[in-house]
């Protein structure tokens, strides 16, 4: 199983594909085949999906109730201790598994994660209602549950609520450009920063979503002062343009919702933007597409990896269970009413342009 590229960490896989299709391969290979196995790349995300295929092995195709006892399983096994297991956990299980882990096998970039852009868009090929389903019966499990890898999962799926909460304001922000409507888009530039706070916030609530804990990991083979800028360049880079010749086009390869990130990277990119369209509304002028790219490198991409002054923190701010639940609380109301576009996000293979 191939499932990412660069350890991109949002919400996304197939357990359909992944039980139907080894079956499928022995078939073909007329029983020849003889394992299974996953691509090693940036496997620490999803977690569901590499358990879930490598139990392949020895596992006959499951139909959907089948399947369904399998999440109950999973879920069993992974909030096991001494607290009950409450029902909304499982059923909230049940939600992604028919979710953001149904027919949801190809990466799509986060929008908030993307160069800004007036033309970037973001499709989804699941029902959004279930993963906010999903979204409400964990925080409600969370009267009962408070498991390490429960306030995990309570963070990874309270950011992919707020991430396409992030893609449907962004529409907003464009119809409002388009109509050249300058309080309309200050004030979706607001939204869109106040929910980039939040992602930030809620992220910076567990060690997995820590891109101080990447840079330390980094910084320890250090050896000496000239190594520290070294790795500390190198660490930031990867996750940010992917190397040192930005005109590859390979920026945001490996994406990442990090605390961190967010506030350092992500969060300067579109303050650019949004001073881009609000001066080009109050001058009467197009967005110059170059003119844009050059202000997002020099003034958000380039600091953030070449200004290694700040240390990140390797330790969690707030409470995890109590941020979402805020989050929540606040968003809600509005998020039943997201609406994007269904589709089939676009299988990415980011360097076939080199090999053709």
Known sequence: MLHDFGGNNGLFGSLVNVTNGPQAARTFSEEQMIGVGITMEGINQNEIMYEFALEQSWRSPLNETELNDWLVG??????SGSQAIPSS???????????????????AYSLMLRRPALDRSQSISFDLKVL??????????????????????L?????????????????????????????GVATQAAILTDLLEDMERILASD???????WIADALQFAKNEEDIHFYNLNAKLQVSIWGTNYTLGLFDYAN????????????????VFFDVLVKCL??????????????????????FFMLDTKVYPTSTQGDSIQIARELFKKYNPSINS??????????DYPFDRYFN
């Not at 964990?138 to 890898?149: C, E, G, I, P, R």
């Not at 109050?282 to 600091?303: C, M, Q, S, W, Y």
Request: glycine share 4%; hydrophobic share 45%.
């Open 282 to 303: 109050l001058e009467g002028i197009p967005v110059d597409t170059n003119l844009l790219h050059k202000r997002l490198f020099f003034e958000a991409e380039l600091p």
């Open 256 to 271: 990442k919702f990090w605390s961190g990130m967010i506030e350092d990277y992500y969060a300067p990119r579109w303050r």
């Open 74 to 79: 999973f879920v069993m096994r992974r909030y």
């Open 132 to 153: 906010l389903s999903a979204w409400e019966l964990l925080v409600n499990s969370s009267d009962q549950l408070d498991a390490d890898l429960f306030r995990y999962d």
């Open 89 to 107: 956990a499982l059923y909230a299980w049940q939600d992604l598994g028919n979710s953001v882990y149904h027919l949801n096998p190809n990466r």
């Open 155 to 183: 963070v990874d799926i309270t950011k992919e609520v707020l991430q396409y909460e992030f893609a449907c304001q962004f529409v907003q922000l464009t119809v409002a450009f388009n109509r050249s409507d300058l309080y």
């Open 207 to 213: 060690r997995r979503f820590l891109l101080g804990n």
């Open 338 to 347: 997201v609406c994007l576009p269904l589709g089939s996000p676009k299988l």
